[in-house]
DNA sequence: AATTATTTGTGCGTATGTATC
DNA sequence: AGATACATACGCACAAATAAT
């Protein structure tokens, strides 16, 4: 211990037990010296040592057994008494996240734990500020479908500090490129608009638009399996019939190019996007120009939303597991939460979509 | 302060201290006893008030200044730009609740509030938990479902608590009927199954088993419009008709007691249930008990949920606005906050359902 | 099964230090 | 300077839980 500075006697007796902890003098689960011997010891009364050791039984750093001692907290799994868990999606309310939310919900709630939703818009600000309220709070782990993920985060750090406090967490969806091993359930969006290209291939489409986002990795994929599929069938890849769109304009830009495309007359017998919020879209576009699907062009949406279903004619889509996915998010941060070896050792679990076959596609 | 219990002096001293805070006695900012002055008052030592108070202060709900004296936290200040919005229902991921969340999220996060979200299986006692839990964060509302509505609750002092720290808060589904003035959204659930038994009896029913949750206000309700229906057709209400059960026995008091009414052919011809839930249920047991919805025997559910449209014979049901309710409530909670008078002045929306007539009765 | 030693928990008394008004 | 309030510190006694004898 030290010399005398102008501290507290009970002060310079925690500093002095707090940092046995943190060098590892004194292991996690390991006792410490009971009041009387500590007492004795450093020549202190008994109450002024209990001062001591009650501060590190506040801060989480030993825990207390009446009767048997005082032992040092293992604080890797110290978070376990927190039983919050946050989730941040980029939308909560609408399209398919209801149903991602409602299978993470279902697990979560069934193991005792409460959620913390929050939707950051797809707004990288968003989901820093949150990110660091969720710091600040002590939650237990995290869900989170990254926003904006194929562009480069500055919202690295705030994971890094996750690390740090050996709180978990699952990326959704997508995950931030940086990040050299992260657990996350997403979809093989690749594979999966590759079947839709491949089928309207089949039906002899030869000229197939494609829509996709251009910021998230979701987008970039379904590109990628777009571009495959067409180099697969042997069609040209051609750059001035894909649509590129982002968070901001998804509103405008989608529906504008295809108009464009519509009244120039380009040939186009297809159109696959990048899911079925355009695809729906682009449906009400062309019904409105009086151009018929599937007479005049074939459409092919993404995620097997209700919006999907909802259109007069139904549009095919490419499946998405909404609830499981959520379900397994929810599993994996669990086995993590269980098992702080997991922390080390990302669990990965990537589904591959299927095509759901409805009204919006037939044979050229 | 309390009688003798077994607990510590300077626990039932820290209680005492923290229910003054809660209720407003004690207001923010303002300044506790001293020290001295408690130990006289409560014929304690000043070393077991000093306890009381440490608790308090490492929880937050005090704060010391040496020298000038103890004083309650004033956490109104950061509740102000708080975007949080506690959410407690009984259940989230099941029936008709993620639904009704779904809704809540809609008009919330549109309003850039963030959702906590907590779920009490119908157990009052994890309400407490949660409403503390609340508390200490800072939270700029609340919405709840009281959980065991019908019974007396003893979390009354948490809502007085809310009120002194004019945190507003929207019932759904009931609320706890010791409170004069509160906000709430509900259904009208006695005419909702008026409505069904007033059906039945349309159809020439005559003997109307009723199922109904004792524990909360809705099944209290619900079987009021089921025996002013009773009387309103001129039938005779028979205590033994009716199926009492409560959250605890849910799984199997129902289908048990109407199994009995079945082997004992007591003539009973129709069955209304407390919801879908139950109905389903009761449907499931009929059906193994080769007796056939409707021929033999008409039901009808509450709710009109995926599980009365799911079953090989759809289930005739009371209707529930679900999405709409929770939108409504987030509403009304968001007037709440943005016009402090509203506190005063609660606003109180009753939704009367209807019935949605399927497959499951026929005329007698 | 009862006893005993050890350890933490509760509670009181006292004295002194130090900051504020 | 003095009164008041919280902060530190020591000592003592007994209660309650635990573990070993």
Known sequence: MQKNDNKAKYYKLMEYLKDEILMSRIKPGEQVPSENSLAEEFLLSRHTVRKAISMLVNEGYLY??????????DWNRKRTNSKNIGVITTYISEYIFPKVVTGIEQVLSDNGYSIFLKNTNNNPLKEALYLEDLLENNIAGLIIEPSKSALFSNNLQYFKALDGHNIPYVFIHGYHQKLEATSYVMLDDAAGMYKAVEYLIKLGHKRIA??????DMQGLNRHKGYAQALFDGRLLYNPDDVVWFSTEDKDTKPTEVIRQFMEEKRGIDSVVCYNDDIAFRVFELLTGMSIKVPEDISLIGFDDSYLSANSSVKITSVSHPKEKL????????LQMLKDSNYLKNPIQNVITPGLVIKESCIQR
């Open 64 to 73: 207390t057994e009446h009767g048997k001692g005082t032992y040092c907290t």
């Open 210 to 215: 494609g829509i996709f986002k251009g910021d």
């Open 326 to 333: 959520g379900e397994i998010a929810a599993q994996i941060l």
